[in-house]
């Protein structure tokens, strides 16, 4: 924090940097093998970061408090099991064998903050109180009768040659505050849980990616500047807040073979376990923005010469965006859940419920009171606010096969949700007053302007391809988009003038605000029969299904060509063809 006081130029400012880029990774690498009991792989970056910024001024004259803040942060924090990448392997060389009385887990997660508070002010008194007190009154100042240097000037005093009566007026009726505060707020995170390359076997698997990293920020800039009639005044205050989440949050099973015991998952020793088998991401990254700029600048009424004039500028704008992706999938992989009446359900799940709550404000207040001229003011205000939620959300099943035993029961799920979520205000206000008292005009004028722009733009998709799915229980297939945007946006601008005398007087106000919303992306759950055929032996719930090549679906009995089985109970409801063929 920076701060600065002086007569005539007064600068505060403050810059503030920060980084960190740092890896967190729990492992178990390629080629290892290992029997025993339940394991837990696990990787945690959990962690909050402050930071503050602030830089004032006070001056007579000129003053300007200026605050910068950068804030960057780069993380990557992975849980794995075998290879560590996502990319197709081979599942020979350097593969792990894993054997365990009990659940297998690999879960990463990110939470923590990022608070950022950026803040500027200033202040110029072109005006400054006297101390005159009366004969046998308190105060600073020596009487009259008791001054002995009454009438007497200081640069007399010191053989200094006096100032001119332009530099004297300048000095006195000239006020200039600016203030800025600008915050820059970076995340970037990496988020893995994977099981790949690997020959296992045991009673669960939970395979997890979690991602609740957060940014907190306000930013403000307050100027005010005060001076006497028949001088100028002058107040501009800034507000300017970046806020970027850059997560990719992934779990995955590729290229490995997993066999599952019948064991009750409640029985097993290990917590957290709900599912037989399960591969979930969740992205859940927030946002929240304040951004506010305030100015007043005030003319004290007075006799003195001149036009008065009185201008305050205030602006506030956010710039807002979580962008990425969220992916769980399992393939080239092969599931087999063991025969036996308990229950096996399987799951992947891949959810993003990225979040933005944005708010913008400004304020600005002009007041000039002229003395033996005219009087001017005039105030502007500006609120803006940029969103925008972007990326995938996908949960697939490729290339594998997912077996239930004779006799369990249980249900396959394939889904994929996006229920991101932007809520936008901004409001600007602006007042301007002016008045005269014998010539000249007062002139009032003020504009306020505030509005946002917001955009999710996420595909969700939920697919099994090429994949062979044999259980005895249901198969869901669902993609679920219901992202949404509230914005609020509100403008007011008031403007006086006002004339004594033989002056005349005018006042114009102009207030506007708009919000532009758009929802791009959409929700399929698709089934695609290529070569390998999906087998059901239960009911399909499938959003659409297609067939790889555009196979032909004519007639009453064939499900199309390259298909060598489809065992299922298909309804009315439960089949769409993509194309309505």
């Given at each position: 924090?920076?701060?600065?006081?002086?007569?005539?130029?007064?600068?505060?400012?403050?810059?503030?940097?920060?980084?960190?880029?740092?890896?967190?990774?729990?492992?178990?690498?390629?080629?290892?093998?290992?029997?025993?009991?339940?394991?837990?792989?696990y990787s945690g970056a959990i962690g909050?970061?402050?930071?503050?910024?602030?830089?004032?001024?006070?001056?007579?004259?000129?003053?300007?408090?200026?605050?910068?803040?950068?804030?960057?942060?780069?993380?990557?924090?992975?849980?794995?099991?075998?290879?560590?990448?996502?990319?197709?392997?081979?599942?020979?060389?350097?593969?792990?064998?894993?054997?365990?009385?009990?659940?297998?887990?690999?879960?990463?997660?990110?939470?923590?903050?990022?608070?950022?508070?950026?803040?500027?002010?200033?202040?110029?008194?072109?005006?400054?109180?006297?101390?005159?007190?009366?004969?046998?009154?308190?105060?600073?100042?020596?009487?009259?009768?008791?001054?002995?240097?009454?009438?007497?000037?200081?640069?007399?005093?010191?053989?200094?040659?006096?100032?001119?009566?332009?530099?004297?007026?300048?000095?006195?009726?000239?006020?200039?505050?600016?203030?800025?505060?600008?915050?820059?707020?970076?995340?970037?995170?990496?988020?893995?849980?994977?099981?790949?390359?690997?020959?296992?076997?045991?009673?669960?698997?939970?395979?997890?990616?979690?991602?609740?990293?957060?940014?907190?920020?306000?930013?403000?800039?307050?100027?005010?500047?005060?001076?006497?009639?028949?001088?100028?005044?002058?107040?501009?205050?800034?507000?300017?807040?970046?806020?970027?989440?850059?997560?990719?949050?992934?779990?995955?099973?590729?290229?490995?073979?997993?066999?599952?015991?019948?064991?009750?998952?409640?029985?097993?020793?290990?917590?957290?376990?709900?599912?037989?088998?399960?591969?979930?991401?969740?992205?859940?990254?927030?946002?929240?923005?304040?951004?506010?700029?305030?100015?007043?600048?005030?003319?004290?009424?007075?006799?003195?010469?001149?036009?008065?004039?009185?201008?305050?500028?205030?602006?506030?704008?956010?710039?807002?965006?979580?962008?990425?992706?969220?992916?769980?999938?399992?393939?080239?992989?092969?599931?087999?859940?063991?025969?036996?009446?308990?229950?096996?359900?399987?799951?992947?799940?891949?959810?993003?419920?990225?979040?933005?709550?944005?708010i913008a404000g400004s304020l600005s207040?002009?007041?000039?009171?002229?003395?033996?001229?005219?009087?001017?003011?005039?105030?502007?205000?500006?609120?803006?606010?940029?969103?925008?939620?972007?990326?995938?959300?996908?949960?697939?099943?490729?290339?594998?096969?997912?077996?239930?035993?004779?006799?369990?029961?249980?249900?396959?799920?394939?889904?994929?949700?996006?229920?991101?979520?932007?809520?936008?205000?901004?409001?600007?206000?602006?007042?301007?007053?002016?008045?005269?008292?014998?010539?000249?005009?007062?002139?009032?004028?003020?504009?306020?302007?505030?509005?946002?722009?917001?955009?999710?733009?996420?595909?969700?998709?939920?697919?099994?391809?090429?994949?062979?799915?044999?259980?005895?229980?249901?198969?869901?297939?669902?993609?679920?988009?219901?992202?949404?945007?509230?914005?609020?946006?509100?403008?007011?601008?008031?403007?006086?003038?006002?004339?004594?005398?033989?002056?005349?007087?005018?006042?114009?106000?102009?207030?506007?605000?708009?919000?532009?919303?758009?929802?791009?992306?959409?929700?399929?759950?698709?089934?695609?029969?290529?070569?390998?055929?999906?087998?059901?032996?239960?009911?399909?719930?499938?959003?659409?299904?297609?067939?790889?090549?555009?196979?032909?679906?004519?007639?009453?009995?064939?499900?199309?060509?390259?298909?060598?089985?489809?065992?299922?109970?298909?309804?009315?409801?439960?089949?769409?063809?993509?194309?309505?063929?």
């Amino acid at each position: 924090q920076g701060g600065e006081s002086s007569e005539k130029l007064a600068f505060g400012g403050t810059f503030t940097y920060y980084e960190q880029d740092s890896k967190t990774i729990a492992q178990i690498s390629e080629g290892a093998n290992i029997r025993g009991g339940g394991i837990d792989v696990y990787s945690g970056a959990i962690g909050t970061q402050i930071a503050w910024a602030g830089g004032v001024s006070k001056s007579e004259s000129i003053g300007a408090g200026v605050s910068v803040a950068i804030n960057n942060l780069d993380r990557e924090t992975r849980a794995s099991i075998g290879e560590k990448t996502d990319s197709a392997g081979t599942l020979s060389g350097n593969q792990s064998t894993i054997n365990a009385a009990g659940g297998v887990s690999a879960r990463a997660a990110v939470g923590g903050a990022l608070y950022a508070f950026t803040i500027a002010g200033a202040y110029s008194n072109a005006a400054p109180a006297q101390d005159t007190p009366q004969d046998g009154a308190d105060g600073n100042a020596p009487t009259a009768q008791d001054d002995p240097l009454d009438g007497v000037s200081l640069p007399n005093l010191f053989n200094e040659e006096e100032p001119t009566e332009q530099a004297q007026e300048k000095k006195s009726k000239t006020s200039v505050a600016i203030a800025a505060a600008v915050a820059v707020n970076n995340i970037k995170d990496r988020t893995q849980a994977s099981i790949a390359d690997v020959v296992m076997t045991a009673d669960a698997v939970d395979v997890k990616a979690v991602n609740r990293n957060s940014i907190v920020a306000a930013t403000g800039g307050l100027a005010a500047s005060k001076t006497e009639s028949g001088g100028t005044g002058a107040a501009l205050a800034g507000a300017f807040s970046y806020n970027s989440v850059d997560s990719i949050t992934n779990a995955f099973i590729r290229d490995s073979i997993i066999t599952l015991s019948g064991v009750p998952i409640e029985d097993l020793s290990q917590e957290d376990y709900s599912n037989r088998f399960s591969v979930s991401a969740n992205n859940m990254a927030k946002i929240f923005s304040l951004a506010a700029g305030g100015a007043g600048s005030v003319a004290k009424e007075g006799t003195e010469p001149g036009n008065t004039t009185n201008i305050s500028l205030a602006g506030s704008v956010a710039k807002n965006s979580i962008s990425g992706g969220t992916f769980a999938r399992v393939y080239d992989s092969t599931i087999a859940m063991q025969a036996g009446t308990t229950v096996h359900d399987a799951l992947v799940r891949a959810r993003d419920a990225s979040n933005i709550l944005a708010i913008a404000g400004s304020l600005s207040m002009s007041m000039s009171k002229g003395g033996t001229a005219g009087a001017t003011a005039v105030s502007a205000g500006v609120a803006i606010a940029v969103n925008s939620i972007s990326g995938d959300t996908v949960a697939l099943v490729s290339n594998s096969t997912i077996t239930g035993g004779v006799g369990s029961t249980g249900t396959v799920t394939v889904e994929s949700i996006s229920d991101g979520e932007i809520q936008a205000y901004t409001v600007s206000g602006a007042l301007s007053a002016a008045s005269s008292k014998q010539t000249g005009s007062g002139i009032g004028a003020s504009g306020a302007g505030a509005g946002s722009v917001n955009k999710i733009d996420v595909d969700t998709t939920a697919t099994v391809e090429n994949s062979t799915i044999d259980v005895q229980g249901n198969v869901v297939v669902k993609a679920q988009y219901t992202a949404k945007i509230i914005a609020g946006a509100g403008a007011v601008a008031i403007g006086i003038g006002s004339a004594v005398g033989q002056g005349q007087a005018g006042a114009v106000a102009i207030g506007g605000s708009f919000s532009v919303n758009q929802l791009d992306g959409d929700g399929t759950g698709t089934v695609y029969l290529g070569a390998a055929p999906l087998v059901a032996l239960g009911d399909l719930g499938v959003d659409s299904l297609a067939l790889l090549g555009g196979q032909d679906l004519s007639g009453d009995d064939q499900i199309g060509t390259g298909i060598t089985s489809l065992v299922a109970t298909l309804g009315g409801d439960d089949l769409t063809v993509l194309g309505g063929r």
